[in-house]
């Protein structure tokens, strides 16, 4: 049976991921999850990277199959993580750039969380120049209004301040959600802004999902 480690930071995806992950699978597998919620209020990027080394490396001696990271703000630090690792360790946005930049040059990164904002733009200015989009601009809108309202489960909040913020977008061809945990309003905000939404989540178990299906029996 495979096993697959998934590392939260959120509980909203704590709570739902995982059935996404099974639903997706070809295979019988035994998910285990971790969660701690102290790295999204965290800015201090040695502490955050010292501190995903140290739980990756206790995810590492359970023998999974794969580690995911499911949170953008963890991203930077997944790249430094993996050669120290001995098992496939991805993050959540592996391929959010790949995805965002077909839509046009244009990004407009919408943010719950200031800790996502240099994680996800950096990660889509870095596919950008992989890709050869010399005229790509990426730009973000940031109201933590909605985190606050996220970490105490009053999502009606959450949803309606992301998507005010969205409405204020102009002169972009793409949105890209900086958080999974707002992957629920991808439909809302393309309805509101008439732009296309890449949201991570469905990229990264697509990811998991050729991986573990990679992997044979």
């Given at each position: 049976?495979?096993?697959?480690?998934?590392?939260?930071?959120?509980?909203?995806?704590?709570?739902?991921?995982?059935?996404?992950?099974?639903?997706?699978?070809?295979?019988?597998?035994?998910?285990?999850?971790?969660?701690?919620?102290?790295?999204?209020?965290?800015?201090?990027?040695?502490?955050?990277?010292?501190?995903?080394?140290?739980?990756?490396?206790?995810?590492?001696?359970?023998?999974?199959?794969?580690?995911?990271?499911?949170?953008?703000?963890?991203?930077?630090?997944?790249?430094?993580?993996?050669?120290?690792?001995?098992?496939?360790?991805?993050?959540?946005?592996?391929?959010?750039?790949?995805?965002?930049?077909?839509?046009?040059?244009?990004?407009?990164?919408?943010?719950?969380?200031?800790?996502?904002v240099g994680p996800v733009t950096g990660l889509l200015t870095s596919a950008a120049g992989r890709l050869g989009r010399v005229n790509a601009v990426v730009e973000a809108k940031l109201d933590e209004r909605a985190f606050y309202a996220m970490i105490k489960c009053d999502m009606e909040t959450h949803d309606s301040v992301m998507l005010e913020l969205a409405k204020t977008v102009k002169g972009f061809d793409v949105i890209v959600m900086a958080q999974g945990s707002a992957e629920h309003l991808a439909r809302p905000i393309e309805s509101a802004t008439g732009l296309p939404v890449v949201t991570a989540p469905e990229l990264c178990i697509a990811n998991i999902k050729e991986i573990i299906d990679g992997q044979g029996e």
């Open positions: 049976m495979k096993r697959i480690i998934l590392f939260h930071t959120v509980k909203p995806m704590y709570l739902s991921f995982e059935s996404r992950v099974r639903e997706s699978l070809e295979c019988e597998v035994r998910i285990d999850n971790m969660l701690d919620t102290c790295f999204a209020n965290n800015l201090d990027k040695n502490v955050n990277r010292n501190r995903l080394f140290m739980a990756i490396k206790c995810a590492e001696m359970a023998e999974p199959d794969l580690i995911a990271v499911i949170c953008s703000t963890l991203s930077p630090y997944i790249r430094e993580i993996a050669p120290f690792i001995s098992v496939p360790l991805i993050g959540i946005d592996d391929r959010l750039g790949d995805v965002a930049f077909k839509h046009g040059d244009r990004v407009m990164v919408l943010a719950s969380a200031q800790s996502a």
